[in-house]
């Protein structure tokens, strides 16, 4: 017979130890840390005895071997489908993660409607609202013609036997940590039964070819709550996005096994619930058409999608011995570091003067391409100079003042091409008949290109 033994786990990362602490040694994090009792044993199914089960010898093959490419399944949601590289794969797990009413839950149910709408039969199980409050969501989409399949419950072994019964095409949880196993003695929304109840579902999945749909709730850092575990079981994590104050909502694709990860989708909240939008750049580009120094087009990619977004810089001289810095949307200390090459190598003087950095729309951007970019920014407010509007920027800025190639340079420029723009600011190489490119080879290029402009 199994022994309970009871440990304590840190209900933020899910770290074990043996006894009590106020603080986690893992996360850092206080009072997380709870009692929990387990079942000791090896890990199996739902009324599955431990020991009881026989060991069968498996098949090996070779990596030569024929492979069918597999399926895509379309939800009708084009953003959608591109976060998810191109659509949905049967037999995959899918972790969707957010902020408390970013509109996990309606995206969710405009997916379930297109899914049911193609064809598929679609399973869309809640554990945080009643059946009534969907439906009344459903209506305000417009979407409570689909064929959806709806229920309200959080036992996992009744969700299992009704899937296996009805045997869905899709199903749905929202979300993961409102589940709950009696074959486990913790409470519903503990690490032992996120884990558990995740690891069920996914096996599932697995088994029958379902697509397999999962909520997760998110901690104050913005990470998915529970153990890192469960992003290990599923094929693909995305996190849905959004800026207080505004409109637009970001899917990101952090982890996916069938398609490019930092893949986005970009929506729109309106009343009717979530609108795509196909063009993204017009979202982040301000569109005044009088010139303002300090502010520079960055040609950025998100995942495979080419976007421009406007980078702002304010330089002012300070009366403080150490001087402030400010940045929004953009790397704090990689803005240090630019400041430092910029003196350095360029021979400007911002040791005495408040920076001020600042991505417009609310995007976040973390590719180093955009190095030249907000260097261009910070010379325009420098020198109060004005860039040429019609212009993009880009490049990788080296600590040695050189400007370094990057990455898809041609899809920058022809996204900036599509837009209305006729000139770029780009590293030695890129190449494009369309737009007058000039070329920067190192900082000083840039220093001179700016005050060309004034």
Request: aromatic content about 4%.
């Amino acid at each position: 017979m199994a022994r309970n033994t009871e440990t304590y786990v840190c209900q933020s990362c899910g770290n074990v130890t043996a006894k009590w602490a106020g603080r986690c040694e893992a996360c850092g994090e206080w009072n997380t840390i709870e009692l929990e009792a387990s079942e000791a044993g090896p890990p199996g199914s739902l009324g599955a005895a431990p020991g009881k089960s026989k060991a069968k010898k498996i098949e090996f093959t070779s990596l030569a071997g024929a492979s069918e490419d597999v399926p895509r399944v379309l939800t009708g949601n084009a953003e959608f489908d591109r976060a998810c590289g191109g659509g949905l794969v049967p037999g995959s797990a899918l972790l969707i993660g957010g902020d408390p009413g970013v509109g996990k839950s309606t995206l969710l149910l405009q997916v379930a409607a297109g899914l049911a709408r193609g064809g598929a039969s679609v399973a869309y199980i809640s554990g945080e609202e009643a059946t009534d409050q969907i439906r009344l969501r459903a209506k305000r989409l417009k979407a409570e013609d689909a064929p959806v399949n709806l229920a309200s419950a959080t036992a996992l072994r009744d969700i299992l036997a009704t899937l296996k019964s009805e045997k869905p095409d899709a199903v749905i949880i929202d979300s993961i940590q409102t589940l709950w196993s009696d074959a486990l003695p913790a409470a519903p929304g503990t690490v032992t039964q996120v884990r558990s109840c995740a690891q069920e579902l996914v096996r599932y999945a697995k088994s029958t070819g379902a697509i397999l749909l999962l909520v997760g709730h998110v901690t104050k850092d913005g990470q998915i709550a529970g153990p890192r575990v469960v992003e290990h079981m599923v094929d693909a994590v995305l996190y849905f996005e959004s800026e207080q104050g505004r409109d637009f909502r970001i899917l990101r694709a952090v982890k996916n096994r069938f398609g490019a990860a930092h893949e986005i989708g970009v929506f729109e909240m309106t009343g009717a619930g979530l609108a795509e939008v196909a063009n993204p750049s017009a979202l982040f580009l301000t569109g005044s058409e009088d010139a303002a120094s300090g502010a520079a087009v960055f040609a950025g990619i998100e995942g495979t999608r080419p976007v421009l977004v406007e980078i702002q810089a304010l330089v002012s001289p300070s009366s403080l011995a150490a001087p402030r810095r400010a940045v929004v949307g953009w790397d704090g200390a990689r803005l240090s570091m630019l400041l430092a090459v910029l003196d350095a190598r360029a021979g400007l003087d911002f040791g005495r003067h408040d920076v001020f950095l600042n991505v417009a729309g609310g995007l976040r951007i973390a590719e180093p391409a955009a190095d030249l970019a907000a260097a261009a920014a910070l010379c325009s407010s420098l020198f109060d100079a004005p860039l040429p509007q019609a212009s993009v920027v880009f490049g990788e800025v080296a600590l040695s003042g050189a400007v370094r190639p990057v990455n898809q340079a041609g899809a920058r420029l022809k996204e900036a091409v599509k837009l209305g723009f006729s000139g770029a600011l780009a590293p030695t190489g890129a190449s494009d008949k369309s737009i007058e490119i000039t070329e920067a080879g190192a900082l000083a290029d840039l220093v001179q290109w700016v005050r060309k402009a004034h």
